[in-house]
């Protein structure tokens, strides 16, 4: 692969050679590489119309779709870099990505163009309302000569938790993107025939490697929809139907799931320590799994390792092209075996932040390892510390700073503080990871401003929902009255007490559960969600901090240990207690079925109907008994 290829060429090239092969199925919609080309070109030709050229941002705000895809190929082919906003980001998460990042336009879709418009006060254009006028667009690509696009142009922007309050972006290149692609198909080695599941959200780069995996291969595009992505069994399930062949995910999602996959060969974890059981489990013969660890900054992943059972499980080697220098706080090379920071290098180190040169100088630095500083003269500090193993690979040990991984998203513990500390009502915040259910969850510490009597709980869980993603919105609250603190002036975390208080909602009106199976659930959302007592009008997600990882697991001991039929989606259309009782009803052999009424003999219903009812139905159904007869008798009377 020539370095001086942008990555919109990859998917060109397959175009080219591959124009009848399924490129993207979601549901009933598929197109071939040649239809996504010429929906991309289209669309290009109606964002040239307003300006977007070379050198422009464009916001991508669309739900999990074909849509993103023509939309990401379109600005890239114009030498346009994008913005790809999750749907699910707060508003005025949106606002500030759009803005920071200096995008002249925004593509949507009906469904979140309300929301668009009121995060953007730019462009906007709408899927659906561009419909006649992309369709009768040339499906004519443009050569680079026309475009000017050259690998080291901007292909995207996507934004990670900051330490100061705000997401920060991070700035990369088309050929960054174009050398993680090359050096990761060498290990994953995807072909043609095979079929990638796409579930990551845009926002997260992990979508990327599924993306590109496909479209530099010739290779078809599974999209999961949002309401399947969220459920273990579900995405198993429409892995086995659609044939998928090439499974990413992150070891919390895996761990959810209970169905064998036969179908897939290649398994990818990442975002997250992977368990030695798990590789024990899922790496069996037929399949080969990877654990790949790396940071956005270094675009996607930079290291590999393959799994096998019983053998313990690092993060493995840099990918060709990628460099790994584990150092130490001045940047001198560790001993061998020693820990140190580990800094990257290579091909996949990217531009920077946008917009904040001080947070890029201090992450991205002149590489001091002389033997490689004339392939990379910069690296990356990640944060992670790591050790070289007697094998010659790298052995995650931990982080040296205050950042964790939730639900595989990076969290900035800083970024969750800031925002706590910008409440009007609060003093000094902290906030720590813990673990609760074999999942890692957040806990914050608050002191009350002086003057301020008691914590408005509700308003400050709008005040959080408003500015951070859902994972990134604690789902404990302890009020204290000081911060314990080292004698540097530093929180000490060793001595804050435990998490006991969920950030639930405290005007609420306790409704207690009636029927049998309320009563199941109301015990199964007790116990995984860590609240004395819920009621039945609660909302799983708004009221009680439920989270999708929550409610699989909650679909997961109800249907194992009550014996209910319920799916993770029933759960998102039916948020309540009552709601969901209601929509589960009462499966033949559930455990709790004392409210079902007892099944009454025909004549009991009859004699329940009331007497003038009773007769006028016999005297109707004779009247029509008589009409059929003489119907029926008439060819012989005549």
Not at 321 to 330: F, S, T
Request: hydrophobic share 40%; proline share 5%; charged share 25%.
């Amino acid at each position: 692969m020539s370095e001086q290829t942008c990555l919109h060429e990859l998917f060109e090239a397959r175009v080219d050679t591959h124009p009848e092969h399924l490129a993207v199925a979601f549901g009933e919609r598929c197109l071939t590489y040649g239809e996504l080309e010429q929906h991309a070109n289209q669309l290009g030709q109606v964002l040239r119309a307003h300006r977007v050229t070379r050198g422009a941002v464009v916001g991508i705000y669309l739900t999990r779709s074909e849509r993103p895809l023509i939309a990401m190929l379109a600005c890239l082919k114009l030498g346009a870099a994008y913005v790809p906003i999750d749907a699910q980001y707060p508003l005025e998460r949106v606002r500030h990505m759009m803005e920071e990042a200096g995008a002249s336009l925004m593509v949507t879709e009906a469904e979140l163009s309300e929301q668009a418009r009121a995060s953007y006060e730019g462009p906007i254009l709408v899927f659906e309302e561009l419909a006649k006028e992309i369709s009768e667009q040339s499906p004519g690509r443009w050569p680079r000569a026309e475009t000017g696009v050259e690998p080291e142009d901007l292909c995207y922007i996507i934004y990670t938790s900051g330490s100061t309050g705000k997401p920060k972006g991070v700035m990369v290149e088309h050929r960054n993107v174009v050398g993680f692609v090359d050096a990761f198909n060498e290990v994953c080695r995807i072909e043609p025939d095979d079929r990638l599941y796409q579930g990551f959200s845009l926002g997260f780069d992990g979508s990327v490697e599924e993306i590109w995996m496909a479209l530099s291969s010739g290779a078809a595009l599974v999209v999961g929809p949002q309401e399947v992505s969220r459920s273990g069994s579900d995405v198993a399930r429409l892995i086995e139907e659609n044939r998928v062949t090439f499974f990413s995910t992150v070891p919390t999602f895996l761990a959810m799931i209970e169905e064998a996959m036969p179908s897939v060969r290649l398994l990818v974890v990442s975002g997250e320590q992977c368990p030695q059981q798990m590789v024990d489990r899922w790496a069996v013969e037929g399949r080969r799994m990877l654990n790949v660890y790396g940071p956005t900054e270094a675009t996607v992943n930079t290291t590999a390792f393959e799994c096998h059972a019983n053998r313990p499980v690092t993060i493995g080697r840099p990918l060709r092209g990628y460099q790994a220098h584990i150092l130490d706080k001045d940047l001198q090379q560790m001993a061998a075996g020693e820990p140190g920071e580990l800094c990257i290098g290579g091909v996949g180190v990217t531009r920077g932040y946008v917009n904040r040169a001080e947070a890029t100088a201090a992450a991205f630095v002149e590489n001091p390892c002389a033997e490689t500083a004339v392939q990379s003269p910069r690296l990356y500090r990640t944060g992670d510390l790591v050790r070289e193993t007697d094998d010659g690979e790298l052995e995650f040990l931990g982080r040296i700073d205050r950042q964790v991984k939730i639900r595989g998203y990076r969290v900035e513990l800083a970024e969750v503080e800031a925002v706590l500390r910008d409440h009007p009502d609060l003093r000094a915040a902290t906030t720590q990871a813990f673990e609760r259910n074999s999942r890692q969850e957040l806990a914050s510490y608050v002191v009350l401003e002086d003057g301020v009597d008691a914590l408005d709980r509700d308003g400050l869980i709008g005040w959080l929902r408003d500015r951070l993603p859902d994972y990134m919105v604690p789902s404990f609250l302890e009020l204290l009255e000081d911060l314990p603190t080292l004698a540097s002036g530093k929180v000490d975390s060793s001595r804050l007490p435990p998490p006991t208080t969920p950030l639930t909602r405290s005007n609420r009106e306790m409704i207690s559960p009636r029927t049998g199976i309320e009563i199941q659930i109301a015990e199964v959302w007790q116990r995984l969600l860590g609240v004395e007592q819920v009621s039945i009008g609660e909302d799983f997600f708004v009221d009680l901090g439920g989270h999708s990882l929550v409610a699989a697991q909650m679909v997961s001991v109800l249907r194992n240990e009550c014996e209910l039929e319920v799916a993770v989606r029933d759960v998102y259309q039916h948020p309540t207690i009552r709601e969901l009782a209601e929509r589960v009803g009462s499966p033949a052999g559930t455990k709790a079925n004392s409210d079902v009424a007892p099944r009454l003999a025909s004549g009991e219903v009859f004699e329940t109907v009331p007497l003038l009812t009773r007769w006028c139905c016999v005297g109707l159904q004779s009247l029509s008994l008589l009409f059929f007869f003489c119907l029926g008798a008439s060819p012989v009377v005549f």
